[in-house]
């Protein structure tokens, strides 16, 4: 083989020199060893639940042939696409002009990319991914996002998702190490404009059935910088802006059993302006105090005990700029881990006492 590489007779080559030959293919001639960078354009792949469709697809680090290559990705039959590939090979994968549709119960489900690259995908799960330029839409409006980072992602799971179909089991499957989304605009169809310079997702993992239409997910997540424009409430109105400083959600610190035992939500400074041609009475009544801006921040806070089934309340209390606050804490006794995994089928008491101060 190597003679033929070379297109050197194999009579010409002996001993040393042959020993000298190999020694200089693996050390001065890697681009098959180490993997050329090979492009493929006009890629379609189909799977169970979606579509795949990329203008170009550049392949790094493989050292199979391009034709291998090509023949995986242009594939006519229905397959895993994170297993095909991580047949190839690959250190990364960039794809280009990128659009995913769903072909399951939601066929108006589809994700693009600008550019996609996907690093180390081994065994279903995939080390990094950075995209930029991305847009998700559904039957319901539009989002877009600059740029997208994510690391240790659950491939297989997050296209299983995208194509409706849910794990067979209630056991809990990491989906997503940590996610963060810049500079996303949403347009919903309710008419309600949304913008977040930030999103950040950690530790997220799902469970949930075949027969749930959605699973249930666990986490934390962190929006900052939001701003909503809402629809004008009268004809005569402007549309209104309210803006949050940031929004913290957080349900994590699983246990063996993966139940989460630390809960929080928070919102810091929302801010509602109170427009003086806004004739809604609750908006009047608010400028009669002398107001301007509606500012509130809220939080909850809160702790469960597995070994005292004891769900503390570290705090909640709702904060209005000029107006006051008002704070609770306090303690939920004997709490079943019924009341985190099967909510519809909670007995009616459960012997809890509570107690709160103001």
């Not at 001993?15 to 190999?22: P, Q, R």
């Not at 997702?201 to 666990?218: K, Y």
């Not at 939001?226 to 349900?251: D, K, Q």
Request: proline content about 5%; glycine content about 10%; some cysteine.
């Amino acid at each position: 083989m190597i003679s033929a590489f070379f297109n050197v007779p194999k009579a010409r080559l002996a001993g040393f020199s042959v020993g000298l030959l190999v020694a200089l293919t693996l050390v001065s001639v890697p681009a098959r060893a180490q993997g050329e960078t090979i492009g493929i354009r006009d890629v379609s792949f189909s799977a169970r639940g979606y579509v795949m469709q990329a203008q170009n697809v550049e392949i790094a680090g493989s050292s199979l042939p391009r034709a291998t290559i090509e023949a995986a990705l242009r594939s006519g039959e229905a397959g895993n696409l994170p297993q095909r590939l991580e047949s190839l090979g690959a250190s990364s994968i960039t794809f280009t002009d990128m659009r995913l549709q769903s072909t399951g119960r939601s066929p108006n489900r589809t994700v693009t990319f600008g550019r996609l690259v996907i690093n180390g995908l081994n065994a279903g799960r995939i080390r990094s991914i950075q995209g930029s330029n991305g847009t998700w839409r559904t039957g319901q409006g539009e989002s877009t996002f600059a740029s997208l980072s994510a690391s240790g992602v659950a491939g297989g799971l997050l296209l299983q998702l995208m194509g409706d179909a849910s794990s067979a089991s209630d056991d809990v499957e990491p989906l997503v190490t940590a996610t963060t989304f810049e500079r996303v605009e949403s347009n919903p169809s309710s008419g309600i404009k949304l913008s977040i310079q930030k999103i950040a997702l950690n530790d997220v993992r799902i469970s949930g059935s075949a027969d749930r239409r959605l699973p249930d997910a666990l986490g934390a997540m962190e929006w900052s910088d939001v701003r909503f424009l809402l629809p004008a409430r009268t004809p005569n109105a402007t549309p209104m802006e309210a803006r949050i400083c940031s929004i913290v959600i957080g349900a994590d610190r699983l246990t063996t059993d993966d139940l989460p035992t630390r809960y929080r939500l928070r919102i810091d400074n929302l801010a509602v302006p109170l427009p003086a041609n806004d004739r809604t009475p609750a908006i009047q009544n608010l400028r009669g105090l002398g107001l301007e801006e509606l500012s509130l921040t809220a939080a909850l806070e809160g702790n469960w005990s597995q070994r005292s089934r004891e769900l503390k309340l570290d705090r909640l209390g709702v904060s209005a700029a000029n107006l006051g606050s008002i704070t609770f804490s306090g303690a939920l006794g004997n709490v079943a881990p019924e009341l985190f995994t099967a909510p519809r089928v909670l007995p009616a008491h459960h012997g809890a006492m509570l107690w709160s101060d103001r």
